[in-house]
C-alpha cells in the first residue's frame, strides 16, 4: 500500500470536498450558524415567556375571605393584583386570573385554604407557588400570635431548622447539563454533516463518470477506499470541532432566564484536557460514522438514490443518542458496549468530571472494534464489482 497515493488520493477528495456547495452548508455552514440560531431562539423565548408568566402571576382572585381574617392583607402585601371573580375556577380555566384562593371550613371547625391553579399555564404555576409562601408565612405568624397571647415561647414552633445542602457543584450541574446536549447534538451533526461528502465522493463519483477515471489511476482499490474513507472521516471530524466550538459560544452569549446560572460556562470552569478528551472519544464515532456512510452510499447509482439510503440512517441515529441524554443513567462497563450511546454518554460524564477510567477504556475500544468492522466492509463493499459498476 502506497502512502504516496493515498495522500494524493485524499488531497484530491478533500479538493472535490470544498468546491461542492452541499458538503460546505452540510459541514461548516450548518455547524457554525445552527447552534448560535438555535439558542438564540430558545433564550429568546425562554425569557419572554418568564416574563409573561411573572406578569400575569400577580393577578388572582379571592373569595370567602371572611373566613379567614387577615388573608387578603397578606396577600396585597405580597403585592398580589387582587380582583373580584363570581366563580374561580371558570375565572382560571378562561385565564382571566392567573390562580384563585378561597378558604373553606370543614368538618369540626377545620379551615382549609384552596388554591386553583391551571397547571398547564406557567403564570398559574408561578402564582400558586407565590401564593403558598404568602400563606404559610401568614399561618405562622398566625400560630405565633396565639401562643403569645397564651404565654408560650414561639420557639416551640421550630424546635429545629432544615437546611438542604446540595453536594453537587455548580461545575458538575452545568456539564451535566452541557455534555448532554453536547452529545446528542454532536454526534448527530456528525452523520449528517458527513452525509453529502460520503454521497459525493462515492455515488455522485458515480453519476458524473469520474469513478471510472480514478480506478485507473496508478492505485489499489484498497488505497483508493481508504483515501476516500479518510476525507469523510475528516469531514465529520471538522463537523464535530465546529458544532463544539459554536455551542460553547452559544452557550456562553445567549441569555436562558433563569436557567442561564446552569447553564452558562461560568459555573462550568472547564478543565484544559475537557475538550481533547471529547474530541478522543469522538474519532472512533467519526470512522465508524464515515465508513457506514460510504459503504451504504456505494450501493446507490446517483445522489437522489444515495440520499434515500443515508435518511433512515440518521433517522435511527437518534434512538441511541436520545438514551444517552436521560438523567440518572451511569455508563456501566455492559453500557459501554453499546454504540453511539457510549460516546453520547461519556462526553456527559467528561464534562461532569466524575468519569469511569474502566468505562472510558471499554467505550474507546468498542468503538475501535466497531469502527474496525464498519471500514471492512466499505473495503469490500468498494472491490465488489457488482456494487461499484450497479446499473
Known amino acids: 500500500m502506497s502512502l504516496s497515493s493515498i495522500s494524493t488520493i485524499y488531497r484530491k477528495e478533500m479538493l472535490d470536498m470544498v468546491r461542492d456547495r452541499r458538503t460546505l452548508i452540510s459541514m461548516v455552514l450548518v455547524p457554525i450558524a445552527a447552534m448560535p440560531v438555535l ?49 374561580l375556577k371558570a375565572a382560571v380555566e378562561k385565564k382571566e386570573i392567573a390562580a384563585g384562593v378561597e378558604p373553606v371550613l370543614l368538618a369540626g371547625g377545620v379551615k382549609e ?29 398566625l400560630a405565633k400570635q396565639q401562643l403569645i397571647a397564651r404565654g408560650v415561647p414561639v420557639e416551640v414552633l421550630s424546635p429545629f431548622t432544615v437546611k438542604r445542602v446540595d453536594l453537587a457543584p455548580a461545575k458538575k450541574m452545568a456539564g451535566m447539563v452541557w455534555g448532554s446536549m453536547l452529545g446528542y447534538v454532536v454526534v448527530l451533526l456528525m452523520f449528517s454533516g458527513g452525509m453529502y461528502p460520503a454521497i459525493d465522493l462515492t455515488a455522485g463519483e458515480k453519476e458524473r463518470r469520474t469513478l471510472e477515471v480514478l480506478l485507473s489511476a496508478p492505485a489499489g482499490r484498497d488505497e483508493i477506499i481508504l483515501a476516500k474513507i479518510l476525507a469523510t472521516t475528516s469531514a465529520v471530524a471538522i463537523t464535530a470541532l465546529l458544532s463544539i466550538l459554536s455551542l460553547v459560544v452559544s452557550l456562553r452569549y445567549v441569555d436562558f432566564g433563569k436557567a442561564s446560572k446552569m447553564l452558562k460556562p461560568g459555573g462550568l470552569a472547564l478543565d484544559p484536557s475537557v475538550l481533547p478528551l471529547v474530541m478522543l472519544a469522538l474519532v472512533p464515532t467519526a470512522i465508524m460514522a464515515a465508513s457506514i456512510m460510504v459503504a451504504i452510499a456505494l450501493f446507490a447509482k446517483s445522489f437522489k438514490e444515495a440520499q434515500s439510503y443515508l435518511t433512515p440512517l440518521i433517522m435511527a441515529v437518534i434512538f441511541p443518542l436520545i438514551a444517552g441524554m436521560l438523567p440518572g443513567i451511569q455508563l456501566t462497563p455492559a ?57
Not at 62 to 83: D, I, T
Not at 113 to 140: H, N, P
Open 113 to 141: 385554604v384552596r388554591i386553583y391553579t391551571d397547571q398547564t399555564r406557567d403564570a398559574s404555576g408561578v402564582a400558586a407557588g407565590k401564593i403558598r409562601v404568602v400563606l404559610d408565612l401568614f399561618k405562622d405568624n
Open 335 to 391: 453500557l459501554a458496549l453499546i454504540p453511539l450511546f457510549n460516546v453520547c454518554q461519556l462526553i456527559k460524564e467528561i464534562f461532569q468530571g466524575d468519569f469511569n477510567r474502566l468505562s472510558f477504556a471499554i467505550t474507546m475500544a468498542s468503538n475501535i472494534v466497531y469502527a474496525g468492522i464498519a471500514f471492512f466492509a466499505a473495503v469490500q463493499v468498494f472491490k465488489s464489482e457488482k456494487v461499484l459498476f450497479r446499473t
Open 39 to 87: 439558542f438564540l431562539f430558545m433564550g429568546r423565548m425562554i425569557s419572554s415567556a418568564e416574563k409573561r408568566a411573572g406578569e400575569e402571576s400577580v393577578t388572582i382572585a379571592v373569595q370567602g375571605s371572611e373566613r379567614l381574617p387577615g388573608l387578603l392583607n397578606a396577600l396585597a402585601g405580597a403585592r398580589f393584583k387582587l380582583v373580584d371573580k363570581a366563580d
